[in-house]
């Protein structure tokens, strides 16, 4: 196994979220190697390819699977894509993205250590679902061999079954700091404080010198409802 993060991300019709997504991790993902697998449940190849992008993968999705107790079949869909991503790359690292996220920071010094005693780390908990979610969603490939994630396995949403494994091995798991299971903490912000701007997404937090650092954004359904065309503007100016 080599020292490199598999990033696995599943597009559907939003390459110019993939984009930016992919110019932050560039920019943020520092000490260690890193390829990007983008699994396409539309067809747009050639659009997102044209960026000519280095370390880098196109799969092609499937849109159309069954919904197969998944709480939607665009949430199968979604699931199933992950798990095809999740099959490829030997990267000793591999982390789960929604497209419309996007790094703020530097962050794996920080982060990628606690999995030795985590079986992942999540960015966000949903309490009616008691699961975490992979919009930022980070383990070791041996974990997932071990305890046989199969993220087509429907549990609660996508992403659920990382939960349900932890739970039934008795794991411990760790979810950062973040916006969305803390509303006090949108005052900080960087891209929009206080959602002034945009009015939905989250942000997530590492620890630094005992102080929140922020690290992650999340837009928040925009692939399904439209984008606020004021994200792209404040990303591409964030990420200059």
């Known amino acids: ?82 798990q095809k991503g999740l099959t490829k790359g030997n990267g000793e690292y591999v982390c789960f993205l929604d497209v419309d996220t996007c790094f703020l920071n530097t962050w794996t010094n920080h982060v990628i250590p606690q999995l030795d005693k985590n079986l992942f780390i999540s960015h966000r908990w949903e309490e009616h679902r008691k699961i975490a979610r992979p919009q930022f969603l980070i383990t070791k490939r041996s974990h997932c061999k071990e305890f046989n994630i199969d993220l087509s396995e429907a549990y609660q949403d996508s992403g659920g079954i990382f939960t349900k494994k ?46 929140l650092k922020p690290f992650f954004w999340h837009f928040g359904r925009g692939t399904l409802f439209g984008m606020d065309e004021n994200w792209f503007k404040l990303l591409k100016e964030y990420l200059k």
């Open 1 to 82: 196994m080599n020292k490199t993060i598999d990033f696995i991300i599943v597009n559907y019709e939003s390459f110019n979220l993939a984009d930016l997504l992919v110019k932050s991790i560039f920019k943020y993902t520092k000490s260690y190697k890193y390829h990007i697998y983008l699994v396409d449940n539309s067809d747009q190849e050639e659009l997102f390819l044209k960026g000519n992008y280095s370390n880098f993968t196109y799969l092609k999705g499937d849109n159309n699977v069954p919904q197969k107790g998944f709480p939607s079949q665009i949430s199968s869909a979604h699931s199933h894509g992950l």
């Open 166 to 211: 932890a739970n039934d091995h008795n794991l411990s798991y760790s979810i950062l700091p973040n916006s969305y299971n803390d509303h006090s903490l949108r005052k900080f912000h960087t891209v929009d404080p206080n959602r002034k701007i945009i009015k939905s997404g989250e942000q997530a937090f590492i620890s630094e010198d005992d102080k």
